[in-house]
């Protein structure tokens, strides 16, 4: 799913593009993505777009008469931009929305189509889709402090819950988690106040450090190559990999759709945590650590 950094570029590539022109036309190659029905959707056309924004994971374009068209990727949303007129990308192809300067068109590489589109009018009813998440990037060390510690869950929880931060998932938690040297399974009611302090630190680093990252791969093109999984992450999507401060391999914690990764020997003391599914089936035999790990590969 499309992060913080991620959005940030998205938006920073559409300004050029699309500020100051109005919305010629909106084509649905999916009706499933068009969620709401008031204001319906030609009531957009002809509108300007007046400001761009990011309202947690989504993309917001604000329009004349004050309306809004929000996007939501989700997880295998993308967003790609095409020559005026430009056909959506056939089976993956959601929608097409048209500006004098090109189009632009939302896809979606998934048979599960949760990618979404609303129309919306007023900042109260804009409002109605955010989660209410603490911008990470704005906040104050106390401000940080406050929404971590409201209410008690392990941290990966806490980090991708939308309520209590905006715009952070699964791929850029376990970066930051990494960087702030703490274990994803640690509950926000244990944290120190130093512990507290270098995760806030470690959150602003990575995301600004990826943000301008990928503002330097993109240039000037429109970003092509949205992923959650990158060359120079640290341990997400690279289980078994080395980890690039101690060396160690990094493990995952599999759960419904999604995995956590992270580095036993800097974020854990070199404590394995248990898999789910393979906990269920080795119960007591679970190993505590890297090395029982693998004196049981060598059996």
Not at 51 to 61: E, N, W
Not at 109 to 118: E, F, I, M, V, Y
Not at 238 to 245: E, F, L, M
Request: proline share 7%; glycine share 8%.
């Amino acid at each position: 799913m499309p992060e913080l950094p991620d959005i940030t570029v998205y938006l920073e590539a559409l300004a050029p593009r699309v500020l100051g022109q109005p919305l010629e036309r909106v084509r649905l190659a999916s009706p499933f993505v068009l969620r709401s029905v008031e204001p319906p959707l030609p009531a957009v056309i002809g509108k300007r777009v007046l400001a761009l924004r990011r309202l947690g994971k989504r993309i917001v374009f604000a329009l004349e008469d004050e309306l809004f068209v929000v996007l939501h990727l989700m997880v295998a949303g993308r967003l790609k931009w095409g020559a005026p007129s430009a056909k959506p990308h056939g089976k993956i192809g959601l929608a097409a929305f048209d500006f004098p300067t090109g189009t632009l068109l939302l896809t979606e590489a998934s048979s599960k189509k949760r990618a979404s589109l609303n129309v919306v009018r007023g900042e109260a009813a804009l409002a109605e889709h955010s989660r209410g998440g603490l911008e990470p990037l704005d906040a104050t060390p106390a401000q940080f402090a406050a929404a971590l510690t409201r209410e008690n869950h392990t941290l990966k929880r806490a980090l991708t819950d939308p309520r209590i931060f905006s715009g952070i998932g699964n791929a850029y938690s376990d970066e930051l988690l990494h960087r702030a040297r703490l274990s994803p399974v640690r509950l926000t009611s244990k944290l120190t106040p130093e512990e507290i302090t270098r995760l806030h630190e470690a959150t602003r680093a990575t995301l600004l450090e990826w943000t301008e990252r990928l503002r330097r791969e993109t240039g000037d093109r429109f970003p092509e190559k949205v992923t959650a999984f990158r060359d120079g992450m640290a341990v997400h999507g690279r289980y078994r990999q080395p980890c690039p401060v101690c060396g160690g391999p990094v493990q995952r914690i599999r759960y419904a759709e999604n995995e956590t990764n992270y580095c036993p020997a800097c974020q854990t003391g070199g404590k394995l945590l248990a898999d789910r599914g393979l906990s269920r089936l080795l119960h007591g035999d679970w190993p505590k650590t890297l090395e029982e790990l693998e004196e049981r590969k060598r059996k």
